[in-house]
Structure formats: structure tokens, C-alpha cells
């Protein structure tokens, strides 16, 4: 134990972290311990070499990844090959018939997979609300609304030059360097998008979107924005158990971020449509994309929608479904390096808990 | 001379592992020594290694000194390309054909020295940490080469505190200690 303090000590002395007292005293340490002082020595060496074998690994990646980009867009010659050597010749070939194996392959399991979604049931459009938020509430029809409705008319009027969001739902972090998730109805048609929590306001653009799924990645490209460290939670890959106790984070009223607690009621969604689940929560308008989080600290579902006329029957698309949009977005090199963290940090938290730890990574989606 | 203060931003970028200037160089030059090792019995995977480890010789090069090379960076590259690519034929056993510079040439020798060195510090760094296995690999490669906290690398890692995970690291660290320095010792007491 003694020892893991020493070094820690030694370390801290080295990078410059200490503060002056301290540094005296290890100092003064340093010329009275021999042990101490040859450890110092011998240390710097070792992280010295180190971060130059670190860096030397992060430009091998650099070069490596240079090399398969300009590849890609033909701006060096590398796959033509000049040389002579029949050998290479036919390997070249070879390849050619192996990618064409390939694509028919890939066709193959598109057209299955098509067969597959069209013979999944879809919802019928009337009979689910999908949730995503009226800003402004213009279509509550009441007479206190139609006032509020003319106020908003005149601050549109008012606020030429800055941007009106108009309708909104929710989303989360799954990236720590800036991807959002939310539902694809919640961003259709949207010139401008903008996330806000209490961390601040920032400007997003949309970088994949999967109608089929109601999936919607986001990128945060705003230069105020700092990335974050990691994400607290995981996004879970395999099917949830009934009754598993869940709860929700999004923001159905216009400012704050608003929690609700539940359970799963059914392993599908509406008329057993696979793709989602049915939860026992309240949801409301702007809770589209909204992450359903388990004990474990989980994402298993993205909130979508409710049943029209009945409290209580809401939907989720299944977790697993963001990994699979996740690989069609990595197709796209520029994005190959987005990352779900595949441990939660909260697992096992009590929600209170999970909530505070989580409440920084949901943000309102705004869109014009 | 116009060339050489263009090409000064380019290094600085180099030096940084800046992508675009590592880009904007690989672009420039990677052609050249493509055919240079296609039209001298080697193929383009060759060259792809060949340039790549040009390249870093060109990094420690930078970093080491002030941006500044007595040549123009083509001319550097192709330098260091060819002599690694003859040294390359001679350690394969193949036929070194005489190689006709359509491009003037600068002696790199002691570069490729002290890269050769360097380079089989890495490797033997790289086995090292290889060899201990996991977790303590990524531990160690978290904590020391992507400069995480150790609250962070306790919550990915799945310790319970960050003390475990330091006590973890820590013993992680002396194999890995022992093993360098094992190494280390060797290479400069042999000479």
C-alpha cells in the first residue's frame, strides 16, 4: 500500500503537479532517500518513454488512417498497381470477383431484410401520437392558448433575426464527443437545430437519419461546445425482461428537463410490432427521443410514441436498434470513429441517483 | 528557397500530428515513392510501408529540432524512402537494382540510425505491454497513453472505486516496469 502512495507521489512530482509546499517536501525528501531520489530517475525515463511510444503509436494511426482516406478519393494512386508481376496481376483479379461475391452477398441480405421490415406490422398512423413537442402549443385549442398563441406572434414579430424554434422533442448523448439520439420525426424537415439543457444551447446538425427505425443521429457542431469526458450509461444490446422497472428523462414542458418512472408492459409494441416496446409510463408531447433507462444503468429504448386516447401506452424502439443505425452511419469513414461506451457507470445506482448523473447527457432538441 | 519557407507551416503541423498537414504531405509525395519501390521490385503494399516509415523518420526528424530541413520535404522523403527500401531488398535477400535518381538525393544515414533505434525501443515497448494481457494492457494504455483519470478508468473498467483500480494498475505497472527496464539495461550495458 505504502509503495502505490510513493509512486503516486513520484508521478504527481513529475508532471508538475503539485503545489509548492508539497514540492519543497518531496523535495527535501528526495535529498535524504536515496530510494526515493533513484526512483524519481528511473521513473521519468519510463514515462518519458512512454509518451513518445504514445505518440509515435497516435501518428501510426494518423498515417494509417491518412493512407485509407486518400485511397478512397483517389488522391494517391495506391490500389493502381504499376508493377509487372503477373502474381499481382491476378491477385487483383481475384479480389475483383471476391468484392463482386461480396455485393451480391450484401444484396441478398438487403432484400431479406427488406422482406423482413415489410412484413413487420406498422402501426397505423392515426392510431399512434408520436410525441414530438409543440414549442409553442399552437395546436391546444383553447381559448387561453389562442391569447398565448398572439403573444408568441408577437415576439416572432419582435425577434426578427434570431432563429424561432417551432416544434421540439428530446435527445441524448451517446458519444461523448458530441452525438446525439433522438427520433426521426422529432428532426424531419428541420432547417435548424438547436439542443439545449442546462449546460447551455448549442447548434447540431443531423448526420444519419432512418426513417424506418424513427432514428435520428445528431453531431454537435457548435464551437462553444466541450466534449465530454465519457458518457455515464450504456445502451443495452439485448431484450429486456417485463416488468423491469424503468425511468425517463426529456423535456415535455418547454424549459426544464422533466423525469417519469414506469415499467416495461410488453416486450413489442403496437400490434406486435417488433421493432419496439411498450412501456407503463406517462409521456408527453417533447418526449419523443427521450432515453428509458433500466437499474443497471442501461439504455434499453428511445421513447416514440403513445397510444391516442389512452394514458399510459407508450413506445419505445428497442436499444439494439441504435447499434444497427449506428453501423449504417459508420459505412461513412468520416464517422467511423463514433463509439457507444459499452459500460454503464451507474449500474445499480438508486434512479435518484442515475438521475443526476444522467440529467447533463438528455437535452431538448429544437427545431425550425 | 521560396519552396522551404512554404513548406515551414507543413513541418509545424507535422510535428503536431496534425491531420491536414499529414495529409497535404502524404498527398504531395506518396505517388513518387510509390513507383520509386514499384519500378525497383517491390509492390504497392511495400511501398505503403516503406513511405509510412519514412514518414515517422520525418516526425522524429521535426520534432527533435526546429522545423527546419536543409531540403525541400520531397526531397527528404524520397531520401529516407530509398535507403530504407535498398536496406529493405538487402535484409530480403533480393536483387538491389542500381536505382537511377530522377530526384536529387541527401544523406540520411544517421537519421535512419537513430530511427532504427528508436523504432525497436517502440516494438519492444508495444510487446511489452502486450504481453501482459488484459485488463492490464488497457488499463495501462488508458492511464498513460490517453491520459484518463482514474475515476474515469474505474467507471469504464467496471471497478467499484478508484482505489481498486489503482492497486490494480499499480501492480500492472511494476510488470510492465521490469520488463522495460529489463530491456532497457541490456541494450546500454552491451553497448
Not at chain 2, 94 to 116: C, G, M, Q
Not at chain 2, 151 to 168: E, L, P, R, S, W
Amino acid at each position: 500500500m505504502g509503495d502505490i502512495k510513493v509512486l503516486e507521489a513520484v508521478e504527481r512530482y513529475i508532471r508538475g503537479e503539485m503545489n509548492p509546499d508539497e514540492r519543497l517536501h518531496f523535495e527535501n525528501l528526495r535529498k535524504t532517500n536515496a530510494e526515493i531520489d533513484q526512483l524519481v530517475v528511473e521513473h521519468t525515463l519510463f514515462l518519458q518513454q512512454m509518451n513518445r511510444f504514445g505518440e509515435w503509436q497516435k501518428f501510426r494511426g494518423t498515417l494509417h488512417e491518412v493512407h485509407t482516406d486518400l485511397a478512397e478519393q483517389g488522391k494517391i494512386n495506391s490500389a493502381r498497381l504499376t508493377g509487372k508481376a503477373k502474381v499481382v496481376y491476378l491477385w487483383k483479379r481475384y479480389k475483383r470477383v471476391a468484392a463482386i461475391a461480396a455485393s451480391i452477398a450484401g444484396i441478398t441480405t438487403l432484400t431479406m431484410s427488406a422482406l423482413v421490415w415489410s412484413i413487420t406490422p406498422q402501426a397505423p398512423a392515426s392510431e399512434i401520437e408520436k410525441l414530438k413537442g409543440e414549442i409553442y402549443s399552437i395546436k391546444t385549442k383553447t381559448s387561453q392558448t389562442d391569447k398565448e398563441l398572439s403573444k408568441v406572434k408577437n415576439s416572432i414579430n419582435n425577434a426578427d433575426n434570431t432563429i424561432i424554434y417551432k416544434t421540439g422533442g428530446t435527445g441524448f448523448i451517446i458519444d461523448a464527443k458530441g452525438y446525439l439520439v433522438t427520433n426521426a420525426h422529432v428532426v424531419e424537415g428541420a432547417h435548424n437545430i438547436a439542443i439545449q439543457n442546462n449546460k447551455g444551447e448549442f447548434t447540431a446538425r443531423v448526420v444519419y437519419i432512418d426513417q424506418l427505425r424513427d432514428i435520428a443521429i445528431l453531431k454537435i457542431e457548435d464551437e462553444n461546445f466541450k466534449p465530454f469526458t465519457s458518457v455515464p450509461y450504456a445502451i443495452s444490446k439485448t431484450e429486456s425482461k417485463l416488468a423491469e422497472p424503468i425511468f425517463t428523462l426529456g423535456f415535455p414542458r418547454n424549459d426544464v428537463v422533466v423525469y417519469g418512472q414506469g415499467y416495461l408492459s410488453a416486450k413489442t409494441g403496437f400490434n406486435g410490432d417488433t421493432l419496439s416496446c411498450q412501456l407503463e409510463l406517462a409521456a408527453n408531447r417533447g418526449n419523443s427521443g427521450s432515453p428509458i433507462l433500466n437499474k443497471k444503468g442501461e439504455v434499453i429504448g428511445i421513447l416514440n410514441g403513445r397510444l391516442k386516447n389512452a394514458e399510459g401506452f407508450t413506445y419505445a424502439i428497442q436499444g439494439k436498434h441504435i447499434y444497427k443505425v449506428l453501423d449504417e452511419l459508420k459505412k461513412d469513414t468520416s464517422y467511423q470513429k463514433v463509439k457507444i461506451s459499452a459500460r454503464s457507470s451507474i449500474a445499480g445506482l438508486e434512479f435518484q441517483q442515475q438521475v443526476e448523473k444522467v440529467e447533463d447527457y438528455v437535452f431538448m432538441v429544437k427545431v425550425n | 528557397m521560396k519552396q522551404e519557407i512554404n513548406e515551414k507551416p507543413l513541418l509545424k503541423g507535422l510535428a503536431i500530428n496534425d491531420k491536414k498537414a499529414v495529409e497535404t504531405i502524404y498527398r504531395e509525395n506518396y505517388n513518387m515513392v510509390q513507383s520509386l519501390i514499384i519500378n525497383n521490385n517491390g509492390s504497392a503494399d511495400d511501398a505503403k510501408d516503406i513511405f509510412q516509415e519514412a514518414m515517422i523518420v520525418l516526425y522524429e526528424k521535426v520534432r527533435s529540432g526546429t522545423f527546419e530541413l536543409n531540403c525541400q520535404i520531397k526531397t527528404y522523403l524520397y531520401s529516407v524512402s530509398k535507403r530504407l527500401w535498398l536496406k529493405r531488398l538487402q535484409q530480403l535477400n533480393r536483387y538491389a537494382p542500381p536505382i537511377e535518381d530522377p530526384e536529387s538525393t541527401v544523406s540520411v544515414d544517421e537519421e535512419i540510425e537513430d530511427h532504427e533505434k528508436r523504432d525497436a525501443e517502440f516494438e519492444m515497448m508495444n510487446k511489452a505491454i502486450s504481453s501482459l494481457g488484459e485488463p492490464c494492457k488497457s488499463l495501462l494504455e488508458a492511464y498513460y497513453l490517453q491520459k484518463q483519470n482514474m475515476q474515469v478508468i474505474a467507471a469504464n473498467f467496471g471497478y467499484t472505486n478508484a482505489d481498486n483500480a489503482k492497486n490494480q494498475k499499480y501492480k500492472c505497472l511494476m510488470r510492465l516496469k521490469k520488463i522495460f527496464f529489463a530491456h532497457y539495461k541490456n541494450e546500454n550495458g552491451d553497448g
